[in-house]
């Protein structure tokens, strides 16, 4: 083989190798080139009741009007075991015993209440007021003894 056959598949060789590697750390976002791409993150903020980040809460005024409401309307909810209470807490799941006790709020009150996400519910378990993620059961938000303080 020549010389000037071998410096020529040499630098043939050389060339595509070095493209090949190029085009890999581009894609890969492994190469020294000066230029960098960063993805562009959108995070949204929603609002729901007021509240910032898409929290499900009880506001202030939704716990007032909950509490005038079941002044004039008077109703009896079975208290639950201070074993089972204990496992309502916010974030934490509604246990499948607690699905059946689980009572909605009457129209007449969830008409003067914020609308809320398709996927929430309000209502009462015991005493208690809570706000439910239908879609994992998981417990948003809940005021204590709202009914057994009246």
């Keep these: 083989m020549s010389h000037s056959k071998f410096v020529m598949l040499l630098a043939i060789g050389t060339l595509a190798l070095g493209t090949s590697a190029f085009a890999k750390g581009a894609e890969h976002g492994g190469g020294k080139g000066k230029e960098k791409v960063f993805e562009k993150k959108v995070v949204k903020k929603t609002v729901v009741n007021g509240h910032k980040g898409g929290k499900v809460v009880f506001s202030t005024r939704e716990h007032s009007t909950i509490t005038e409401y079941y002044r004039v309307h008077k109703v009896k909810h079975k208290a639950l075991p201070p074993g089972i209470r204990k496992q309502l807490v916010r974030n934490g799941t509604l246990p499948p015993g607690l699905q059946k006790q689980f009572y909605v709020f009457p129209v007449e009150l969830d008409r003067r ?38």
């Design 113 to 150: 209440l914020p609308v809320l996400p398709v996927y929430c519910r309000r209502g009462f378990v015991g005493y208690d007021v809570v706000v439910i993620d239908t879609r994992t059961n998981i417990i948003l938000d809940i005021i204590h003894d709202v009914v057994h303080k009246l």
